[in-house]
């Protein structure tokens, strides 16, 4: 059995931009992780993230962020080293609220 040193010991590194899926706006702080490990790190202020030197593919991406849908996704190669990942906004539609003056004077 033949195995490849470019196989063994070799480690790998994603990075790319989070954006916003309506907007196209980057998203800074989303937090990114592999899944089933503990490699992670967050987006920066222009949406910008890497993660470094995790041990083998194929693996699961998750991004999440407050305000948005958590998205998941799949790396199988090494090819796929540079990622642009869209979250979707959570719209929350909110009922009229109504102010009305009240007179303190009485």
Known sequence: ???????????FTVEGIITD?????????????????TFSAISN???NFKLLN???LP????VSRLG?????IEINS?????RVIE???????????VVKPTNING
């Open 78 to 82: 090494n090819s796929d080293k540079w």
């Open 87 to 97: 979250l979707e906004p959570k719209l929350h539609e909110l009922d009229e609220i």
């Open 68 to 72: 948005y849908y958590k998205s998941e």
């Open 21 to 37: 899926s309506k907007s196209m706006e980057p998203v800074p702080f989303a937090n990114i992780y592999i899944d089933g490990t």
């Open 1 to 11: 059995m033949i195995i490849s040193n470019a196989v063994i010991g070799q480690n």
């Open 59 to 62: 693996y699961k991406v998750i």
């Open 54 to 56: 995790f041990p083998k």
């Open 45 to 47: 202020e222009s949406g």
